[in-house]
């Protein structure tokens, strides 16, 4: 154990903004627009509602209940709560973050890469050229970039660092996506954008596979599954309101998503790319988009710089988020100090991305696995665990709130709804998880 005493938000507003700031980013503004669009548009809007109500609002609340009540990091507070049957729960966890953040650092690679593009240049041509853009020692470099800045801010500490970069980056985040939101409203063509996004067709969400990647992108978007939200908690004090806090997050996390979709669609009706969107979820954001600022000319530029500021920006809050989860289990179980945490487990991530830097395959794979077994499946075993094996949770999440209803709702939640529905779609989910891992291999 360290012996300097734990690191604690400096107020509230910053748990919130950090958390928010986990919560935000690619899921975001990559994958939510395009699963709304391509499975039912406003029907399933309705069906996320309902799915992050039911299931990703109480596994929320379940970890910041164990996090702020435990003060450790998701391996000793599972401990804390469960006994040394549950560490193992904790470690995947923290296998979790580097999977997810090796992947992820390298999308975000890219993300940067097209904000310098469009500084510096334009993006004519960039559509043909993505492959190229995606993969190999450019795709890596990039990476690297990325890591490096998140690295640096998780080394400086819970308020220092984390808090301090989420109070600067979480407004200019939201100003960035609601002006292009904004902007995208103005274009002509943008009712055809929108009638794209939201066309409501409930015949499209009945079915098991939308289930599935609806609570997929739940867990994803709202970093549930693998500790990151039970970390940030343990740095909170006792008298934070947590049911207040869970709902300010969700809500924060769904505006947004809601909002760049407003953004995006219009703009690529605008100049009649929709032919294009379909295909991949990231080739609606690094083909399709891009060609659309590549034709506006010199507001495209402007536009394209914006709209990929925001991508950055949302994508580090999220990074320092992933980051900090290893970072904080090195912290607590190996005693090591900050920086070399950071630094350590930040590099050893960034080489493991490396595999997903040179091969859009692996890099889809990693994805695949890491939402529907890590996430899902960490989101079951959590469920489980608050509702079952945990003392008296409700007495814990109950600190700090105010009024009392809606408690034992949560705890039924947790032991009934919660793990069925996630076993109904990880039923679904995991063998053909498998199936694209052995394909990968094979091939
Ligand atoms: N929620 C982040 C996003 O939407 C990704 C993330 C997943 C972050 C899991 C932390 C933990 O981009």
């Known amino acids: 154990m360290a012996n300097a005493p734990?690191?604690?938000w400096s107020s509230r507003a910053g748990f919130v903004l950090a958390a928010v700031g986990s919560a935000v980013g690619l899921g975001n503004m990559w994958r939510f627009s395009y699963l709304t669009a391509e499975n039912g548009g406003a029907a399933f809007v309705i069906l996320y509602l309902g799915v992050t109500l039911l299931i990703g609002l109480p596994v929320l609340l379940a970890e910041l209940t164990v996090g702020r009540g435990s003060q450790r990091s998701p391996v000793a507070a599972l401990q804390h709560y469960g006994g040394r049957a549950w560490t193992p729960l904790?470690?995947?966890?923290?296998?979790?973050?580097?999977?997810?953040?090796?992947?992820?650092?390298?999308?975000?690679?890219?993300?940067?890469?097209?904000?310098?593009?469009?500084?510096?240049?334009?993006?004519?041509?960039?559509?043909?050229?993505?492959?190229?853009?995606?993969q190999g020692p450019d795709a890596f470099s990039f990476h690297l970039a990325f890591m490096a800045?998140?690295?640096?801010?998780?080394?400086?500490g819970v308020k220092a660092g984390i808090e301090r970069a989420a109070t600067v980056l979480m407004p200019l985040l939201f100003l960035m996506v609601a002006g292009l939101a904004v902007?995208?409203?103005?274009?002509?063509?943008?009712?055809?954008?929108?009638?794209?996004?939201?066309?409501?067709?409930f015949s499209g969400i009945l079915s098991r596979e939308v289930l599935t990647q609806a609570a997929g992108q739940a867990f994803f978007s709202l970093s549930l599954g693998m500790g990151a939200m039970m970390t940030y908690a343990s740095y909170l004090g006792r008298d934070a309101n947590l049911p207040n806090g869970s709902v300010v997050i969700a809500?924060?996390?769904?505006?947004?998503?809601?909002?760049?979709?407003?953004?995006?669609?219009?703009?690529?009706?605008?100049?009649?790319?929709?032919?294009?969107v379909g295909g991949s979820t990231l080739g609606a954001l690094f083909i399709t988009l891009p060609e659309a600022f590549a034709g506006m000319g010199g507001v495209g530029r402007v536009v394209g710089?914006?709209?990929?500021?925001?991508?950055?920006?949302?994508?580090?809050?999220?990074?320092?988020?992933?980051?900090e989860v290893v970072v904080s289990a090195a912290i607590d179980g190996l005693g090591w100090g900050r920086r070399r945490a950071a630094l350590l487990s930040g590099g050893a991530i960034t080489l493991l991305g490396a595999p997903a830097a040179w091969s859009l395959g692996v890099l889809d794979v990693m994805d695949q696995v890491a939402n529907n077994v890590f996430l899902l499946g960490g989101g079951l075993a959590l469920s489980l665990f608050v509702g079952w094996r945990m003392q008296d949770?409700?007495?814990?999440?109950?600190?700090?709130?105010?009024?009392?209803?809606?408690?034992?709702?949560?705890?039924?939640?947790?032991r009934f709804a919660v793990p069925l529905v996630l076993l109904y779609v990880l039923w679904d989910a995991v063998p053909g998880t498998l199936r694209a891992v052995f394909d990968l291999f094979a091939a």
């Open 251 to 276: 809500g924060a996390d769904m505006g947004i998503a809601f909002l760049a979709g407003l953004a995006v669609f219009p703009m690529i009706f605008a100049l009649g790319l929709s032919e294009k």
């Open 90 to 134: 904790g470690m995947v966890f923290v296998a979790a973050g580097f999977l997810i953040l090796a992947y992820y650092g390298v999308i975000a690679g890219w993300t940067l890469r097209y904000g310098l593009m469009a500084f510096f240049g334009g993006f004519s041509g960039v559509s043909e050229r993505f492959e190229d853009i995606a």
């Open 393 to 414: 949770p409700v007495g814990e999440a109950r600190v700090g709130a105010r009024g009392g209803r809606g408690f034992s709702l949560w705890r039924a939640l947790l």
């Open 305 to 323: 710089l914006v709209f990929f500021a925001a991508l950055v920006v949302g994508a580090l809050t999220s990074a320092i988020s992933l980051l």
């Open 149 to 156: 800045i998140t690295i640096a801010i998780v080394a400086g």
């Open 6 to 8: 734990r690191e604690q």
């Open 183 to 201: 902007y995208a409203a103005m274009l002509p063509g943008a009712e055809e954008g929108y009638a794209y996004y939201l066309d409501t067709d």
